[in-house]
């Protein structure tokens, strides 16, 4: 390990993709402001953690499973595992610098290993040709493929997801997600990695924005209450927290889109906010207005379906 304070984990990269701010409330906030974990939350943890279990308990492979040790125990018994050779490895820990990675699984494969996880979710968005990989599953096997890249045991930068259809979804991290998303998985994990380096060396502040999974979160009640304290443009379900950054600036609150001449923003069919064309930015005056009426609560979020709710 670095002389980082805290280490970078899989579990930080799949809450910052999902809510940049979280990170940085789970290692510098008070604790006792967070709210008990959300039912649903719990349920799906729950979920995980049987459909783990009934994989492991249905192969037929010859498997090594770690799950009994902990901490630097584990990560002991897990490296002398790779250096045996062993070819299937459940419940693993693995560490390089300041990266932390705890893999359900670790396969050899020809000179080194690929990581795994074990998701009681699809592995994918969409079927087919349509089919999308998850940036937050990519980011975590990302973390994982980098941590072996580092230790010099890393085979090849395809690892994979066994899903809740009994599928193993590769995660070429290399491959380019589209033809309008030319980014690799690879790069979104480098930015990744970065926005969390710099959260956990406190050069980069973050703000709460609300969205769709803010409910189940354990810090929706202190996030909210900043929001709504500050008036901030999340509320309104129109506008995330992009477009909210790009307007802040010139349209900080609330209170001062329900004010504003917006036509002043607009020429032609383009606005002066990157992301929000002019229909949009001519409505949403009239949505501060009604959540100015309905007492400054957040309004009808239907639209943002929780990220956890599409696994």
Same mark, same amino acid.
């Given at each position: 390990?670095?002389?980082? $304070?805290?280490?970078?984990?899989?579990?930080?990269?799949?809450?910052?993709?999902?809510?940049?701010?979280?990170?940085?409330?789970?290692?510098?906030?008070?604790?006792?402001?967070?709210?008990?974990?959300?039912?649903?939350?719990?349920?799906?943890?729950?979920?995980?953690?049987?459909?783990?279990?009934?994989?492991?308990? +249905?192969?037929?492979?010859?498997?090594?499973?770690? $799950?009994?040790?902990?901490?630097?125990?584990?990560?002991?018994?897990?490296?002398?595992?790779?250096?045996?050779?062993?070819?299937?490895?459940?419940?693993?820990?693995?560490?390089?610098?300041?990266?932390?990675?705890?893999?359900?699984?670790?396969?050899?494969? /020809?000179?080194?290993?690929?990581?795994?996880?074990?998701?009681?979710?699809? *592995?994918?968005? *969409?079927?087919?040709?349509?089919?999308?990989?998850?940036?937050?599953?990519?980011?975590?096997? /990302?973390?994982?493929?980098?941590?072996?890249?580092?230790? +010099?045991?890393? /085979?090849? =930068?395809?690892?994979?997801?066994?899903?809740?259809?009994?599928?193993?979804?590769?995660?070429?991290?290399?491959?380019?997600?589209?033809?309008?998303?030319?980014?690799?998985?690879?790069?979104?994990?480098?930015?990744?990695?970065?926005?969390?380096?710099?959260?956990?060396?406190?050069?980069?502040?973050?703000?709460?924005?609300?969205?769709?999974?803010?409910?189940?979160?354990?810090?929706?009640?202190?996030?909210?209450?900043?929001?709504?304290?500050?008036?901030?443009?999340?509320?309104?379900?129109?506008?995330?927290?992009?477009?909210?950054?790009?307007?802040?600036?010139?349209? !900080?609150?609330? /209170?001062?889109?329900?004010?504003?001449?917006?036509? +002043?923003?607009?020429?032609?069919?383009?606005?002066?906010?990157? *992301?929000?064309?002019?229909?949009?930015?001519?409505?949403?005056? =009239?949505? +501060?207005?009604?959540?100015?009426?309905?007492?400054?609560? !957040?309004?009808?979020?239907?639209?943002?379906?929780?990220?956890?709710?599409?696994?």
């Amino acid at each position: 390990m670095s002389d980082m $304070s805290e280490p970078i984990t899989a579990a930080m990269l799949y809450d910052l993709v999902q809510c940049p701010h979280r990170p940085a409330m789970d290692l510098f906030d008070d604790a006792t402001k967070r709210d008990e974990i959300n039912a649903f939350v719990q349920l799906l943890w729950e979920k995980g953690t049987a459909y783990e279990h009934q994989v492991i308990d +249905g192969l037929t492979l010859p498997i090594l499973d770690l $799950s009994r040790y902990a901490g630097d125990e584990k990560e002991r018994q897990t490296f002398e595992a790779m250096q045996r050779g062993e070819p299937l490895i459940y419940s693993a820990r693995i560490t390089a610098d300041d990266l932390l990675g705890d893999p359900d699984l670790l396969r050899r494969e /020809s000179d080194g290993y690929v990581a795994g996880d074990i998701k009681s979710g699809s *592995g994918e968005y *969409g079927d087919g040709d349509d089919a999308k990989l998850k940036k937050h599953y990519g980011v975590q096997l /990302s973390l994982y493929t980098d941590i072996l890249e580092r230790r +010099g045991l890393a /085979s090849s =930068r395809r690892p994979f997801v066994w899903d809740i259809h009994g599928e193993e979804v590769t995660y070429d991290l290399e491959e380019p997600q589209g033809k309008r998303n030319p980014w690799t998985m690879w790069e979104v994990y480098q930015e990744a990695l970065a926005k969390a380096q710099r959260i956990v060396a406190q050069t980069e502040r973050t703000e709460p924005a609300y969205c769709g999974a803010c409910k189940l979160c354990h810090w929706y009640t202190a996030c909210l209450d900043k929001l709504e304290k500050s008036d901030d443009l999340t509320l309104l379900p129109e506008l995330g927290r992009a477009k909210r950054d790009v307007m802040v600036d010139r349209i !900080p609150t609330v /209170s001062d889109l329900a004010a504003a001449n917006v036509d +002043g923003f607009i020429s032609g069919k383009k606005s002066d906010f990157r *992301g929000i064309g002019p229909d949009t930015l001519r409505k949403v005056p =009239r949505a +501060g207005q009604a959540h100015q009426d309905e007492g400054r609560e !957040p309004l009808s979020d239907s639209a943002r379906e929780p990220p956890l709710l599409r696994d």
